[in-house]
């Protein structure tokens, strides 16, 4: 493998006694220690000139990130506002002069939040910050009181089945009480040593102790939700910290018939506190969600027309839908108006590319990766004809890891595209070619198993995976304009350097090295997508 570090650092400065001796040295140390093309002025070519000047000087981020996010909001598949998305960027392509479709590839279970209400009414009133999960039942817009207890110590599944008459009527959580509400990163900054360890030795214990009470009922964590609603309960309450203040993972609900709500780290803490100590804490739950049975579930495709080569694509990969626990800000609205404000300014600044230049807009990546897959398998003739996939779906940082994604000519192709981007943008990029295949965790990957060269612009942290992924946190404040504006010169840099390559490239795959069991690891193939589904 290649590993390529446009970092520069600095030379450490001299003393006189040897001046001479030493700045020889250090000319020669800096000669050894950089390309060429790294220590001359670069040059831009116009095109990324305008690309540039553009970005930064007419910079359309803010004004679509507002768009989505306060306007259209979450983008759950199944939802209205599912069908909104498309409908707003169809019409700001229109804008710009670049046609846009709607693709439909299946269907889904149809749901629509409306409004929620859950209130603690016992022993003392209070508001309780909670949501709905994902396609979650209702109560028919009425308020439905009940007492909330927990799950019981039982000896086996025997135990268990005689006790479930008791949830009838009541809210049960199912979710394991959290010892503390501070990431380990604020303990580690804080915290005495033997209090540290002595709070991951108590959640440890009581990690396990909760895993041993799920398995003593006999029925995995999963079918816990139906097997209570089955019994009677008037909802499901979980926790799903995220280890982050204030955030917790928000997916879907497991429920036909009773609501699924998950609440706050605090006060499901007191809900459980309370239950555990005798004081029979009581709820009152209203919602008014809708099921809208089966809806498309669909893909929302844009193209500027090749001239030269109008059967041959670049493709700009961002999936569209999201969870609902937020707006979906980082996941995925940062990809999706990275994806269109780059369209936006090529229509503007290379309005007639060698290439057709697609901008894929995925449906339904959260239920795994079903509108890439689609379309890979319904357009056979767009994929064999495909330069190169750039995919954008990890956060709002700019861009930090190019990986090749297992093709043994990565390394020439790319170098020379990113070559062509401003180096302040790609001095701190790090690149490993040829990399390897990536495995499914976002929509490159459909285009990889298809042996197309598809790149994933894996970006900075900036607390993705604790702070925003899938939580509630995901919102706009979290967006790091900056950073996207360095995501949208690049990607338009490569994507115009893709476009007008002579021919295209070498799609040679590497061979794999052996897997954990010593057995020859296979590159990854099509899979089907889900064309039809009813949730979670």
Same mark, same amino acid.
């Given at each position: ?13 001299? #003393? ?5 001796? !030493? ?27 305008? =690309? ?15 768009? !989505? ?13 599912? @069908? ?16 846009? +479709?709607? $693709? ?9 939040? &409306? ?80 209090? *540290? ?15 041993? @009470? ?42 036909? @018939? ?11 803490? *007191?809900l459980y506190r309370l239950a555990e100590n005798g004081?029979?804490?009581?709820? @009152?739950? $209203? ?60 229509? #503007? ?7 057709? =230049? ?9 239920? &795994?990766?079903?509108?890439? +897959? ?7 003739? *767009? ?41 302040? *943008?790609? +001095? ?27 790149f994933m612009m894996s970006s900075l942290s900036w &607390? ?14 979290? !967006?790091?304009?900056?950073? !996207? ?5 690049l990607i338009a840099t490569l994507a115009y350097k ?32 889900? +064309? ?5």
């Open positions: 493998m290649v590993h390529v570090n446009f970092l520069r650092k600095p030379l450490p400065s001299a #003393k006189p006694v040897a001046l001479s001796l !030493l700045l020889g040295l250090s000319s020669l140390t800096t000669a050894f220690a950089q390309p060429q093309w790294m220590m001359q002025e670069q040059k831009l070519e116009p095109i990324v000139e305008q =690309i540039v000047a553009e970005a930064n000087n007419n910079s359309q981020l803010e004004q679509l990130a507002h768009e !989505l996010l306060d306007v259209v909001g979450p983008r759950l598949v199944g939802t209205p506002q599912m @069908k909104n998305a498309h409908d707003w960027a169809v019409d700001k392509y229109k804008g710009w002069g670049i046609e846009a +479709r709607y $693709e439909e590839f299946g269907e889904w279970r149809g749901w629509d939040r &409306g409004i929620s209400h859950i209130d603690m009414v016992y022993p003392r009133v209070k508001t309780l910050a909670g949501t709905q999960l994902a396609w979650s039942p209702t109560t028919g817009g009425k308020a439905v009181e009940g007492e909330v207890i927990t799950l019981p110590d039982v000896r086996d599944s025997v135990a268990f089945k005689a006790w479930l008459p008791n949830v009838k009527g009541k809210y049960v959580l199912i979710s394991m009480p959290q010892p503390t509400g501070r990431p380990d990163h604020n303990w580690e900054q804080f915290g005495r040593p033997e209090s *540290i360890e002595k709070m991951k030795k108590e959640r440890d214990s009581l990690t396990a102790a909760w895993n041993q @009470k799920i398995q003593a009922t006999g029925v995995s964590a999963n079918s816990l939700p139906r097997i209570l609603e089955d019994a009677g309960a008037a909802g499901i309450l979980s926790s799903y910290w995220s280890r982050e203040f204030g955030s917790n993972k928000i997916f879907g609900s497991r429920t036909t @018939k009773v609501p699924s709500l998950d609440i706050s780290l605090e006060d499901y803490g *007191i004081h029979k804490p009581r709820i @009152k739950v $209203e919602t008014d969600s809708k099921d809208l049975g089966t809806v498309p579930t669909f893909n929302t495709i844009a193209e500027i027309k090749g001239t030269e080569k109008p059967d041959e694509y670049v493709i700009l990969s961002a999936h569209f839908d999201s969870w609902e626990g937020g707006s979906g800000a980082t996941d995925n609205g940062t990809g999706t108006i990275t994806m269109m404000e780059v369209a936006r300014i090529l229509k #503007k600044v290379y309005p007639n590319p060698k290439r057709t =230049i697609l901008i894929g807009h995925w449906g339904s990546e959260e239920q &795994g990766l079903n509108g890439s +897959r689609a379309f890979v398998l319904d357009h056979p003739d *767009i994929v064999e004809k495909t330069q190169a996939v750039f995919n954008q779906d990890n956060g709002t940082g700019r861009v930090a890891n190019l990986n090749g994604s297992g093709f043994l000519h990565a390394y020439d192709f790319m170098g020379r595209w990113m070559a062509a981007a401003p180096r302040d *943008i790609t +001095r701190d990029i790090q690149t490993d070619y040829p990399g390897s295949p990536g495995g499914g965790g976002s929509d490159h990957a459909s285009f990889v198993a298809a042996g197309i060269p598809a &607390g993705y995976s604790t702070i925003t992924w899938h939580t509630n946190l995901d919102t706009y404040d979290k !967006l790091i304009f900056d950073d !996207l504006k360095s995501n949208v010169i893709a476009s007008e390559e002579p021919e295209l490239v070498n799609r040679e795959k590497r061979v794999l090295p052996p897997g954990r069991d010593g057995q020859p690891q296979q590159w990854p193939t099509i899979r089907q997508p889900r +064309r039809t589904g009813v949730g979670y």
